[in-house]
């Protein structure tokens, strides 16, 4: 491998223009070798933009041997197809989530992974930004004391249209796949565990019969609790709030928060509360090397994450088939993870 990480692009996605493309240029870890689309007058205009002098389809970025690793941006269903692909022709992976539309995708991602020796993450960008390692750090040093109960919220109105993945349930469109996969993440990385049980509850639209809005109410030992609400036809929200024994402490624009755009965590307790501002800070760019990092670590374990966040997943999608609560047993030996 040379010095730079040399990423190709599959999948000329909004985010990956907007996002992932400008964070790769910036960072002194990687280099944009190669873009891929299903079109090539997409792929051509993608490589005229960012000055990248290679492109074409998809089996073009992974044939080139001057490819390290991709970045997937494709619609949820259509991701393991060519994460397997990617791993067959030794490239290592960010694909952006959710990577799974089902638990036994996942494995088979996964699975093919390991044999091929290629690493792989889930693009869950948000976690990398600063105002989450304050979270993390508040929680640590007991600013709010235990932290019993979290309440997540992300949502907006979204233009409804048939060319809009989102809507196309074939292409694992929907609500669950979409955005409520942030709400499941953040809850398990602040309780550090996973659920004990799953209730979650989906409302559908008639025309594009795919799931437009929903809640989730997960359980965590030691009497813990996350709630969630989002849905395509709200007034914009992406905040999350933790209820601790000695305080509250509250994420504004938790999911999404644009490079140039500060964050904001409010801390109360029955004293007082206290707002911090945490400077702009590019998300993407933190998780492209983070990633970079992992190459070399075999202990920062992407791998595991998207299992277990698979699985979850796949809770939430039986209760909500099933309209009841979803008990979890023994769920680390089930899933032979740690």
């Known amino acids: 491998m040379s ?7 599959l999948g000329c996605s909004t985010v990956a223009k907007n996002s ?63 994460v397997i692909l990617a791993a067959k022709a030794k490239k290592h992976i960010i694909c952006e989530k959710s990577t799974a539309t089902s638990f036994i995708s996942a494995k088979k991602m996964i699975g093919e992974c390991k044999k091929n020796g290629v690493r792989i993450m889930e693009g869950f960008s948000f976690l990398y930004h600063p105002q989450h390692k304050m979270v993390l750090n508040y929680l640590k040093h ?31 469109g929907g609500i669950l796949n979409d955005v409520a996969c942030y709400v499941i993440k953040i809850s398990s990385i602040v309780f550090q565990d996973l659920p004990i049980s799953v209730l979650c509850n989906l ?17 965590f030992k030691n009497n813990k609790t996350a709630t969630g609400f989002f849905g395509y036809s709200n007034s914009f929200q992406s905040c999350y709030e933790i209820w601790g024994t000695n305080g509250l402490l509250n994420v504004e624009k938790a999911f999404n928060l644009r490079k140039n755009k500060s964050g904001k965590l409010s801390l109360s307790t029955d004293d007082s509360t206290k707002s911090s501002i945490v400077r702009p800070s ?57």
């Not at 010095?3 to 692009?9: A, E, M, N, Q, S």
């Not at 409302?203 to 359980?219: C, F, P, R, W």
């Not at 999608?317 to 680390?332: E, F, H, P, T």
Request: overall charge positive; glycine content about 4%; some cysteine.
């Open 282 to 338: 590019d998300q993407f760019q933190l998780m492209i090397e983070d990633f970079s990092n992992c190459l070399s670590n075999t202990k920062l374990n992407h791998e595991n994450d998207i299992l277990k966040q698979a699985f979850i997943m796949d809770c939430a999608r039986k209760s909500a088939s099933q309209m009841k609560l979803i008990k979890i047993k023994n769920v680390k030996q089930f899933l032979g993870v740690e």
């Open 203 to 219: 409302t559908y639209d008639k025309k594009y019969k795919i799931d437009v809005h929903g809640s989730i109410y997960m359980t």
């Open 142 to 172: 007991n600013k709010i004391g235990i932290p019993f109960f979290l309440d997540a919220k992300f949502g907006f109105n979204l233009h409804k249209s048939a060319k809009n993945f989102r809507l196309q349930k074939k292409l694992g």
């Open 3 to 9: 010095k730079l990480i040399r990423f190709g692009i």
């Open 20 to 82: 992932f493309i400008p964070a790769l240029l910036k960072s002194k870890k990687t280099s944009l070798e190669f873009i891929g689309s299903r079109s090539e007058q997409k792929s051509r205009s993608y490589s005229k933009k960012f000055h990248c002098n290679s492109f074409g389809n998809y089996e073009d970025v992974l044939s080139n041997k001057n490819v390290d690793a991709v970045y997937i941006s494709l619609p949820p269903a259509l991701q393991e197809k060519w």
